[in-house]
């Protein structure tokens, strides 16, 4: 068993073509033969690759929404059944919550018409949805963005290239890359509308942090700003949270019932009759960013 | 008394040169014919000019050091005492909470050999310190860094430049802009290890946050990274902290004591034998990071 490999490996970058997957798996930069992402739960997705057998990816300029793995008939590559919570779409999830840099790979046409593997570079999971896909059965969606290196930051490495190297003892080293993940704070108008509202309490915890030049809270937009979400930045889709229970919201632990209980978590949301919130953005959350375990997430097309 | 204005400022772009203190006051770029820092303490600040008039000042390629206001002799301009964490300062230091952009204006020289005020374009304070400065004195250091403006995220801009357009009623509108502020999360083998180490417990609070991909904490660096701290990343530098605590850390709301006790929130750091915490690292978080009140700033130079 080999150590996972995050950032880029050997020499190659972005740009570079590899003729087929046993190459790639070959050159260690996407291991398995035939599954399209490579992850663990405790570490996360180090690589995935994008074909075409996904009907609900979507390549973008800036950003990639790559569908997440399982629920498709082996046979006829359709999807047939709703995907779950488990295993590479559990790893996907947990990039997005450790920030690591995730190499991605896509099929393409080259101009003899074949098809080769483009390495296209190191991209960070931003945000995750489950949504119905276009066969009608639900389906992970995982928001990738570029990696973009700062001239003062150290470029994100892995190891070398074993085939690079045939003495090298990188099998057994530990995963050596430097990585800066950024949170996305908002401030908007509608954000500091909020936090004053709330006088910077926490609409969870009630926690009121007091920083040295002031109080400290951070807005956190329900349904989430940007696609493939595009909640929008109005007062009844954002709360007011500390940092904590900000994180958990966004990765999908908890989310808010109609009731304003809290689902996932003990409590109730902290409240005022001036916030008037938007109940269908709270459902959005519930249905779409909120993530249960396994065998709830098949359950979830229900919710409402 | 008007509105603060974040962001540009009319159709004033990195570049633009304006011929003097006056224009800069006139167009809004800069309000005050005089001082460097245009900051309330409840807002930040919203813009800075870099004089000479600073000996500390720091401008290299991807930030600046920016020094904080007063201590000086208005006869001689010289740094004569302690700079306390009042007004100006205190508005910058509300900026690096806020993530809020500030405009910077740089005094250069014209092939002309006269003078004029360059606009830098939009900065955000990243970090803080006390320190002392070439005179024997402390100062507050202010590291501030280029807003990069990503393809996908909107312009943050200000309002209309009042001498463009006479009609314009924005002295009474709203600050408009909207910023994305980014919390840097660093990932490396020693932040991993160290999370490893209090199995994602905070040291501060023992809380152990619970996503559904696993668990999450923050890496902490006591001596920060990067220029002016240069703190390194072994793990005698590092702490695992919950995102609340860790916000706070990085803004100088409380430090740790020699006996571990925390200095400026009740309680004491949690703390395993084989976590070898560097001595060295504390003092420095307590001396140059922390912020006291200000009658505090003053005497914190006697510590240790």
New interface residues.
Partial sequence: MSVPIFGHVGTARPGDLFESRLELSLHRQHRPRQAGICAT??E?AESIVLSDKYEDDEVH???ILYTGHGGRDPESGKQVTDQT?TDAN??L??S?????PVRVYRKVRTSSNGAAFRYEGLFRVTSHQFTTGKSGFGVFRFRLEPV?V???EPLPYGLPDLLDDASSTAQEA????????????????VTRQVKTMYKYRCQMCD?Q??????L?AEAAHIKPL?APHHGP?VLANVLCL???H???FD???FAIGQDLALIGLPGRLHYKPLHQLGAEFLAYQRQHIH???ASKAVASSNDE
Same sequence: chains 1, 2.
């Fill in positions: 739960q405790k996360g300029e800036d950003y919570l559990l790893g999830a947990r997005e919550a450790t920030g690591r973009v700062m001239p003062s530990a995963p050596r890359y430097e990585a800066t993940t950024s949170r996305l704070i908002r401030d908007t108008a926690t942090l007091q920083s040295p030049s002031g400290y940007g930045d500390c940092p904590n900000h994180v958990l990765l999908g632990s993530l249960r375990t």
